[in-house]
């Protein structure tokens, strides 16, 4: 029991970081790189989450952006509620406190020699990001890649240098598709699911990976079902009111899963039934 | 006047049967057109239906201040056009192609009469055009829904 309730107690103390870095990525979305002032958390994956508390006011859920290769945490905040605006404010040296790695990320290697189809909406691209960097660095290891992004315009787009050099490095396919027009912009317009009729699939091992707003995510998961698509095959990224992280103080409930614990990363067959049921 | 088998492998004319397939291939032909040519203008009489085998078009309209805005891009094995279905037979948008654009012209006035002197072969021909007419009203319900918005 004591050994218990230690555990606990750190899993649930903040270890305090060094903001290094604040890059704007959008109008509302910032990039920022965190080093620990001693002792590091252990290394977060593909898909997984730190909690990150901003002094005085809260804690927010964040995916990785960038899986830690050093002792550095890199996550992509969009600034819509008082913890995430104050995150996306702070300078580099200042401070915040980090709790995690916490879920369940993606399974990215039970795909490879397969097909990838990758479907990000807006801010989504964050925690796929890692997922293509991956890719990248063991491109044999896959078969054809996709990469579908969406977002409002093209000024929403994180990420806009790099999605740049994926795009004419020729070892994925990326389409990009935004809501709204606007100046400057001489890309496809229209909705997500209509770049996804365009994308050939053929192998029946396609795995696909999608993160976005959830209204998003079921309709691009109808579609890829329609297509062929296998309902394990379909991963998806699950956003709820994540408190604790460790699956205890249910906050985070959804039917019978804890998003933190059994999540954020489920697999259609379970998340299906359950994203689309009011109040749940 | 194109042949049958070219019609076949655009993804709008699959499958069709006869005598329909016959009355298009009649009233058809193959086009291309450079990037940035204005294909149709709102309020124009509508003539034709453009089915697209390479490029795209935005379909979108003239707003003061900042100039053609595109509604939608639509690309291969899609079609632009459908005003010339339904009276007063005027494009309701504009159509540029955003790059060079090759594809399969329908003309209106030819095909029409067929349309409606066979109501078997008129409703083949709505049932397909509706599917399409389907699948862009879905895109502009979830687009109006601001998916990616703050809803905070």
């Known amino acids: 029991m004591a050994i218990m309730s230690e555990t606990l107690t750190s899993a649930m103390t903040p270890v305090m970081h060094r903001v290094i870095s604040n890059v704007s990525e959008t109008a509302d979305t910032a990039t920022l790189t965190f080093e620990p002032l001693n002792d590091g958390l252990p290394k977060g994956e593909w898909g997984q989450f730190n909690m990150i508390w901003a002094e005085g006011i809260g804690e927010a859920p964040i995916s990785f952006s960038r899986v830690p290769v050093d002792n550095t945490v890199v996550h992509t905040i969009r600034a819509v509620g008082s913890v995430t605006k104050a995150l996306c404010a702070l300078r580099p040296g200042e401070y915040v406190g980090l709790r995690g790695p916490f879920g369940a990320g993606w399974p990215i290697q039970a795909a490879r020699g397969h097909d990838i189809v990758l479907v990000a909406g807006g801010i989504g691209l964050a925690p796929l990001r890692p997922v293509v960097h991956e890719i990248l660095e063991n491109r044999e290891d896959y078969d054809k890649v996709t990469l579908v992004i969406g977002a409002r315009t093209a000024h929403d787009i994180p990420f806009l240098d790099e999605v740049h050099r994926w795009r004419t490095g020729g070892l994925l396919k990326v389409r990009i598709t935004v809501d709204q027009d606007c100046s400057h912009w001489n890309g496809n317009v229209g909705i997500v699911t209509n770049e996804l009729h365009r994308v050939v699939i053929d192998d029946p091992g396609s795995v696909a990976m999608i993160c976005g707003p959830e209204i998003m995510m079921r309709f691009v998961c109808k579609q890829l079902e329609d297509s062929g698509f296998a309902r394990d095959n379909i991963l998806v990224t699950m956003e709820r009111n994540m408190r604790c992280g460790l699956g205890l103080c249910g906050h985070c409930q959804l039917g019978a899963k804890f998003i933190c614990t059994d999540g954020p990363v489920m697999n259609w067959v379970d998340a299906g039934p359950l994203i689309g049921v009011r109040e749940l | ?152």
């Open chain 2, 1 to 152: 006047m194109i042949d049958e088998s070219l019609l076949l492998k655009h993804r709008f004319f699959r499958d069709i049967g006869e005598p329909l397939l016959g009355y298009i291939a009649g009233c058809a032909e193959q086009v291309s057109y450079p990037a940035d040519t204005q294909l149709l203008a709102q309020g124009q009489p509508a003539h034709s239906m453009l089915a697209i085998e390479h490029g795209k078009v935005g379909v979108g309209i003239h707003v003061p201040q900042r100039g053609f805005v595109t509604i939608e891009t639509v690309q291969a094995g899609e079609i632009v056009g459908w005003s010339w279905l339904f009276p007063p037979y005027e494009w309701s948008f504009d159509a540029i192609t955003t790059t060079d654009v090759s594809g399969i012209l329908v003309h209106a006035q030819c095909i029409r009469p067929h349309l409606n002197d066979d109501p078997a072969v008129g409703l083949e021909f709505v049932e397909r055009i509706s599917k399409v007419m389907q699948d862009r009203l879905h895109s502009a319900r979830l687009r109006l829904l601001d998916m990616y918005g703050d809803h905070e």
